[in-house]
């Protein structure tokens, strides 16, 4: 009886909350995939085929579509958020690292923002997720923008919230119109930035 409370105790539970996790993550990125090219409404078996698993196993782990939806939109925002130290450790500049998660972010607003479009309906929900986008991804920003302008000793403070929101205004219409190059727009707006707390 001992053996068994100390075989209990110690290995199998870190197992354990460690797969379903993994598993999770792995749905949310098939959703998102299967969202891109299908749209919120595609059905929940596509979802379930890119993630390999059955369709209960959705369900187990969002009940309705408006919690996947929202899942799914978290999850992208975190890999955005994430990504930024991670570009600022590995890029060979600050600005390497600036612009490279802009153009994340420009992914992100083109191909996944509809993803809030789907709560559109629920005021709340879509207040609720326009708040973590921002609280999330702003400082984000802020951090790549001080460390690109940081060796300027003459530089003027830039406003994170205000590039963000001007990015997210250059992308508008881009999902529609094949020829708006608003990755191309966004990056002149970074040189602006830059080239403005620089002066």
């Known amino acids: 009886m001992a053996t068994t409370e100390s075989d209990q105790s110690h290995p ?20 998102a995939e299967v969202f891109v090219t299908s749209g919120v409404d595609a059905p929940v078996r596509d979802i379930a085929a890119k993630a390999g698993v059955g369709v209960g196993t959705i369900y187990r782990h969002f009940p309705t579509r408006p919690e996947l939806v929202v899942a799914v939109y978290r999850h992208q925002v975190e890999a955005c ?38 709560l559109q309906g629920d005021s709340a929900g879509s207040d609720a997720l326009h708040t973590y ?3 999330r991804l702003v400082p984000v920003c802020g951090e790549l923008l001080e460390a690109a302008l940081e060796s300027e000793e003459d530089a003027l403070p830039v406003d994170a919230y205000n590039v963000l929101k001007g990015i997210g205004n250059l992308c508008i219409g881009a999902a529609s119109d094949a020829k708006y ?19």
């Open 12 to 31: 199998a539970r870190p197992q354990q909350v460690g797969r379903p996790r993994r598993s999770q993550q792995a749905l949310l990125a098939a959703a």
């Open 181 to 199: 190059d608003a990755g191309a727009l966004v990056q002149l707006l970074i040189s602006g930035v830059l080239s403005r707390g620089r002066h």
């Open 133 to 135: 986008f921002v609280s």
């Open 81 to 118: 958020a994430e990504a930024g130290p991670r570009l600022l450790a590995e890029s060979p500049t600050p600005e390497a690292a600036l612009r490279a998660w802009v153009a994340l972010f420009v992914e992100f607003l083109v191909t996944k923002h509809g993803l809030a479009g789907a």
